[in-house]
């Protein structure tokens, strides 16, 4: 997948990207890796972001920088709103009713919430890939991966859509296992290989950034280091996000790490530390951090 | 369990696993059940060999007494021709409207809306079918006559359906009337089916549309739709069902003819079975009643197909939608 580092800007309409958004001004964040350019298109800019479900505050005060050509993990015990957060990020938390958040979530020097900005749009620019495969079961797996593709354009040739098919399992890593049965049903395959399908569903739509919710939690250990190996392949094409409770995971795959916590049931959850992932596992700078890298709690 | 006993051991209490646990209870329920199961079974058997025993005399006896030309085929032939014709009429009107409704009360209503909604479909489907026919025939045929009717027959005159030389029917009391009334009496059950099944899609596929930017009518048509279609199927073929054994609403409000009638707006219409039983019956005697009980027969097995297709259909669909 050749996809060269200066792309279509995100929006059609898109804002002239200015010297505020593009600054680096936020040090404690800096790149882990000293050779990548801050100024890539597909940064992430969260500035203050508080979700809500209806009177319910999930997330607080979150800030922070995701680099791109990067994994990033959000770790964190459970119901610290890892997963609401990364799912504001394209606007998926919005599917349950009472949804809103108050805050700027800036990609391409577009705020996903600002006025007038399509929630269809902005996901089919940030593509998501789920906790538990789900394949479409009534389509065949050449369908699946052209599912999203499908909802963009009216109508594809046979062979710009064969191709299409090819590159996005190619970059799922699963075409050599598929391909003898393209027409045969996604839910035919194992849970890893239907996972990869969701992932090459995902990126048939070329996206902007990918965005993982716990993509291995219902897999096996073969599988898991499938689609581990996966995400260090596509980290050259894409921004991604992951959430994941495998602290070994975060620590294999990423490159920068972000830790949520929450004080108690019924508060929101909040970003405590967010460093480099080698930092975050070896030298943390909060205590908490330290006691549930160390296995102290969560 | 008595835990500060200080018996001997080997004295056998309650708590002995030597000693079978009461099993009374067990052997009357399963008496119980079995019984009511194999009722269904007997009352079933007993309906097909009533029709079958007194519909018999009609192809063994002479039929010179009876009109026409006395055979069988020719007097159902019309009669099942009508049946089939009026309730795939009333289908075909029911089953959008219905995927609509259910669509609209699983995805779009807001809840509080959806749940009045909801009871208020259940609700028609609790109106006795001689009321529909009541209404049909005071209150819908006269609307249908004066403004319907004669609209179909200008426009769409070319369609067989609504083009013939016969003039259309002054009192609205034609097959098309009882299409609408049958899809309004049949609208409830695919409606409550359809709506189940919508609302049972998961939200994992859901979510996996609307994550590749699905508006809310692609994500419907991407992963409710396709989950649920076995289940409208079904409830359609429900619905057709019980379109093909209603008698009320068809006796009250059509105007029937012997033979077969393509045309929906004419006073002449081929009668459905049920409601030709309903209204012979009365004036029937002796090879009569055995010629409409034949016809019932022959209605059984019609609803009997349909139903074993329904089941069919709604078994292998979910079994593959599930994988």
Not at chain 1, 106 to 120: A, H, Q, S
Not at chain 1, 192 to 207: F, K
Not at chain 2, 89 to 115: C, D, E, F, G, W
Not at chain 2, 212 to 225: K, N, P, S
């Amino acid at each position: 997948m050749n996809r060269s580092a200066t792309r279509a800007p995100y929006f059609e309409a898109s804002i002239p990207m200015t010297d505020s958004v593009r600054a680096p001004a936020t040090a404690p964040n800096e790149p882990v890796d000293a050779n990548a350019p801050v100024d890539l298109p597909n940064r992430i800019d969260i500035r203050d972001l508080d979700i809500y479900y209806g009177d319910f505050k999930a997330v607080e005060g979150v800030s922070m920088t995701i680099n791109p050509r990067s994994v990033t993990a959000l770790i964190g015990p459970s119901g610290c709103g890892k997963s609401t957060f990364l799912r504001s990020m394209n606007r998926m938390h919005e599917v349950i009713r009472g949804a809103y958040v108050d805050g700027e979530v800036i990609i391409n020097g577009r705020n996903l919430y600002g006025p007038g900005v399509d929630p269809v749009a902005v996901r089919r620019k940030v593509g998501m890939v789920f906790q538990r495969p789900n394949p479409f079961p009534t389509m065949s797996i050449a369908d699946n991966v052209l599912a999203g593709k499908k909802l963009n354009s009216k109508r594809m040739s046979k062979s710009v859509a064969a191709e299409l098919v090819e590159t996005s399992l190619r970059g799922a890593n699963l075409w050599n296992e598929v391909k003898d049965r393209l027409d045969g049903p996604g839910s035919g395959l194992s849970g890893g290989q239907q996972q990869r399908l969701c992932i090459a569903r995902a990126i048939a739509v070329e996206p902007d950034v990918l965005l993982m919710d716990e993509p291995c939690s219902a897999l096996d250990p073969i599988s898991t280091l499938a689609i581990e190996e996966l995400m260090l392949e596509l980290k050259n094409s894409y921004n991604i996000v992951i959430v994941t409770h495998n602290m070994q995971q975060a620590a294999r795959v990423s490159d920068r790490t972000g830790f949520f916590n929450i004080e108690g049931t019924g508060k929101p959850g909040r970003l405590i530390e967010m460093d480099a992932t080698e930092k975050i596992f070896s030298n943390p700078t909060e205590q908490q951090t330290q006691d549930y890298v160390t296995g102290r709690f969560g | 369990m008595t835990i500060l006993d200080n018996s001997p051991p080997g004295d056998t209490d309650a708590s002995s696993i030597d000693e079978p646990v009461g099993k009374a209870g067990d052997k009357i329920f399963f008496g119980l059940s079995f019984g009511a199961a194999a009722l269904i079974l007997v009352t079933l058997a007993a309906v097909a060999i009533f029709l079958f025993l007194e519909g018999l005399p009609i192809f063994t006896s002479d039929t010179a007494e009876l009109d026409g030309d006395g055979s069988f085929v020719s007097y159902v032939g019309p009669l099942v021709f009508g049946t089939i014709y009026i309730s795939v009429i009333a289908l075909v009107l029911a089953t959008p409207v219905a995927i609509a409704v259910a669509l609209y009360v699983s995805h779009y209503a807001p809840r509080k809306l959806a749940q009045s909604l909801g009871s208020f479909i259940d609700l028609l489907a609790a109106i006795p079918s001689v009321v529909y026919g009541l209404w049909g025939i005071t209150v819908l045929a006269p609307v249908m006559a004066r403004s319907v009717f004669p609209w179909l027959r200008e426009n769409l005159g070319f369609i067989p359906l609504f083009g013939s030389d016969v003039p259309i029917a002054q009192s609205g009391r034609s097959t098309l009337t009882v299409g609408v009334v049958l899809a309004v009496m049949i609208l409830p059950i695919i409606t409550a089916i359809s709506r189940e099944v919508f609302i049972q899609t998961p939200r994992l596929h859901e979510e996996a549309s609307i994550a590749l930017g699905a508006t809310r009518w692609e994500m419907i048509r991407q992963a409710v739709i396709p989950y649920g279609r076995s289940g409208v199927i079904s409830g359609a073929m429900l619905g057709l069902g019980r379109a093909l054994g209603e008698t009320m609403a068809v006796a009250i409000i059509l105007s029937p003819a012997k033979g077969y009638f393509w045309d929906v707006l004419t006073a002449q219409n081929s009668n459905s079975i049920a409601a030709n039983i309903a209204l012979q019956f009365p004036e029937s005697s002796g090879l009569e009643v055995n010629r409409l009980i034949a016809t019932g027969l022959v209605l059984f097995v019609i609803t009997f197909g349909v139903n074993a297709i329904a089941r069919r259909i709604a078994n292998a669909g979910f079994s593959g939608a599930d994988g």
